[in-house]
């Protein structure tokens, strides 16, 4: 059977190398954290997952807390005038199915400890050039699923295909208990406030049971940039609990009685969003092919790099398959890429798109929703499916085509 080696126990490698293990593979799966060192660090993520890619973990016995992590049940939406706390645009609808959002500090550690019960191979190392030429010699496939991760220098970034060069928001995450769950029913309740930045908040599990997760989005130098360092985390909760009394004043009165999970429970950073070159070249000309964040970075403004990362996964694991005996050539990893990125284009545009002030059209739809209940819940459900997206979101005739049809 194949050997096939994978850099990063995230998201996409675990999910993949699981997938791989089941069908026979010998599958090695390099991590540069302990399951404990995993446990006892920071937040990495806000992480809600939609049906489908929970879908993908579910056929392979990966859904160990379906039944324990609350589940989120709609997406809202709220839009404030500009300059001002006063929402234009509110409504919320209804997810088919529930999103789920599980902290990957009790995720990953129990996927690993499950991986090796399993019979695969796990290695406690950072994986440097000289690791990848070694592994390079004894596996058919060596794929790089490092995240953020510094090894994912060896790929070049695509300029033409990355919309940004800089990060495009500063990003900021607290997990809380005690929070006052929103009326109605659960959701990822999302809220703009144009020219400042956004804010995102939705129930999750956590180390310590169930928690809130909120998501700060800061315009980069604008009134939402000004995070401490993480590392002072009770300076991080006084910080967004302020930024929410100025811009988010509801969102403040439901956090009135919130305090911090824990003092690693804080995150905050920025990147740009990048696409790259699967094909990593070693010095000595061998190849490693990239997959998920490691080569489609996106921001996390709409909630979509696990969703993307466990979409990768499953592509991949796929085409490995389909490959069979044959050689993991430059072209098939550029082509198995090329099918990947085409599956998550719409969603990687659709997340650009709301990193730039809304053309009038798409502020006139997001309104409309709040009219119409059959619009709000194609928009709330295309977070699951953000293919659905395309045409309408993005080209002003489609958008006005689709108002119409929903009028009588
Ligand atoms: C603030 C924030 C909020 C987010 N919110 C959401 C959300 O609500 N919904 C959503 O779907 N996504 C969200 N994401 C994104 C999501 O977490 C990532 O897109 C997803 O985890 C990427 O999966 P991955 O497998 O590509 O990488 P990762 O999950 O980052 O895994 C990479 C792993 O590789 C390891 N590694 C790196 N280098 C090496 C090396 N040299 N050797 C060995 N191991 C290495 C890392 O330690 C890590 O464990 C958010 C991200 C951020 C930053």
């Known amino acids: 059977m194949r050997d096939i080696a994978i850099i990063g126990a995230g998201q996409s490698g675990l999910q993949l190398a699981f997938g791989l293990l089941a069908k026979g593979y010998t599958v090695s799966v390099y991590s540069d954290r302990t399951p404990e060192e995993i446990e006892n660090g920071f937040i990495m993520s806000s992480q809600c997952m939609f049906n489908t890619p929970l879908d993908y973990e579910r056929e392979l016995d990966l859904n160990f807390w379906d039944e ?13 005038a ?48 000289d690791t990848l030429e070694k592994l390079a010699k004894t596996n058919d496939l060596v794929v790089i699923a490092s995240g953020k991760g510094e090894i994912g220098k060896l790929f070049k ?12 928001r500063a990003l900021g995450l607290v997990y809380v208990h005690g929070m006052t769950p929103r009326k109605d029913y659960s959701a990822v309740d999302f809220n703009i406030a144009p020219g400042v930045g956004e804010f995102f908040v939705f129930p999750a599990q956590t180390l310590t049971g169930d928690c809130h997760i909120l998501v700060f989005e800061g315009i980069p130098g604008g009134p939402m940039d000004g995070w401490p360092s993480m590392h002072d985390s009770k300076a991080c909760f006084d ?3 302020q930024l929410l009394k100025t811009h988010f004043p509801d969102q403040a009165l439901l956090c ?37 964040d490691c080569v489609c970075l996106n921001d996390p403004i709409t909630g979509q790099g696990s969703n993307n990362a466990s979409r990768a996964a499953k592509f991949n694991l796929d085409a490995i398959l389909k490959h069979g ?36 059209f798409r502020l006139n739809l997001l309104g409309a929703a709040g009219e119409i209940p059959e619009l709000a819940s194609r928009i709330a459900n295309n977070f699951n499916t953000p293919s659905d997206f395309a045409p309408w979101w993005f080209e002003e005739d489609e958008a006005n085509k689709l108002l119409a049809s929903y009028t009588p």
């Open 239 to 241: 910080y967004g609990m």
């Open 82 to 129: 500009p300059g001002t706390t006063d929402k234009v645009i509110s409504w919320s609808a209804r997810l088919d199915n529930p999103a789920q959002s599980l902290d990957q500090r009790v995720k990953m550690p129990r996927w690993i400890r499950e991986f090796e019960k399993r019979g695969g191979k796990m290695i406690y190392e950072s994986a440097d050039i």
């Open 157 to 168: 970034r695509d300029a033409e295909r990355s919309q940004f060069d800089k990060p495009m």
């Open 325 to 360: 005996g044959n050689d993991f050539s430059r072209d098939w990893m550029r082509a198995t890429f090329e099918g990947n990125l085409a599956e998550v284009k719409t969603c990687v545009d659709w997340t650009n798109s709301m990193l730039l002030p809304p053309p009038e």
């Open 68 to 80: 324990s992590c609350p589940n989120i049940d709609g997406i809202a939406l709220s839009l404030m």
């Open 256 to 292: 009135k009685n919130a305090k911090l999970t824990d003092d690693k429970g804080v995150l905050a950073g920025r990147f740009p969003p990048t696409i790259k070159n699967p094909v990593g070249e070693l010095p000595s000309g061998a190849i490693v092919y990239g997959i998920a």
